[in-house]
């Protein structure tokens, strides 16, 4: 009876963990529905909107960060921490700046280039090898992001270029918090990201006029808080019951749900550029997680 009940269960995880993936995904998207509606509809200043959210998701993960206390917060690496913070400060403030000016489909799709500016970096900065299929996806993930740009189009505009810009800005973060998690704990990584986001965005919402947000801006900026915990919190327990390399594809997920939310609120439709401009990201995406199997399996085998 115990090895049927142990056998009967062991698929569950896999499964909880797609489940986790695409919950995470649904969490962004509503995320960026109450961002766009904030700047795009209401006019809440982007910078504003940026400290409102992670203000609120500060205020979330406060039990958290209790229960680590100080020991948590020592750290041989200020400055490898302030350059992050910087880094991913950049990043959330183009993005929400983009929100407040492009489609939810076609910055989504745009930030999903991402992977590709850290395989960039990595080779750059870090000296890292990187094997031809890696190029190759490098290549098909710029490319489709420049088909969606469609620069040569006459509704081209600068501001597309922001999740872009989100994109290369949350790569570099993404490859100094490789660089950190070397020689500090993933606690301290977490509680300086938690604790530094929010002064620095609150610095950069004073600049801009330091709106308090009020009536329907507001519960839209806590609903972006309150989303975006739920959306991390679902992540971080997607990769704990599964392999990476298993959830990154449900991952994928979050471009057509985000196409569902921002045609549901706003009624944005993609255009004939999105598509072709995807399937080239995505494919590149698949190339990077196809290098990855071939790389665990000849370890395995050697």
Known sequence: MARAVQTSSFPSKPLIAAACMIGAGASFALVNVCLQAATMQLGLPAASAAFWQYLVALLFALPWILRRGRAALVTRQPKLHALRILLAVGGVQAWVFGLAHVPIWQAIALVMTSPFFVILGARIFLKEQVGPLRWLATLLGFAGGMVILAPWSERFELAALLPVLAAALWGGASLV??????????????????????????????????????????YLALGAGLFTVAANYLLTLAYARADAAFVQPFD???????????????????????????????????????????????????
């Open 252 to 302: 994928h997920l979050k471009l057509p749900l985000n196409i569902l939310t921002g045609w549901l609120a706003f009624g944005f439709i993609p255009d004939g550029y999105l598509w072709p401009g995807a399937a080239l990201i995505l494919a590149g995406s698949f190339l990077v997680l196809m290098e990855d199997h071939l790389a665990r399996r000849q370890m395995a085998v050697g």
């Open 177 to 218: 918090t490789k660089r950190l998690t070397g020689v500090e704990s993933a606690d301290t990584v977490t509680l300086y990201l938690l604790l530094l986001l929010t002064p620095v965005n609150g610095a950069l919402a004073l600049i801009d006029g330091a709106v308090v947000p009020t009536g329907l801006s507001l």
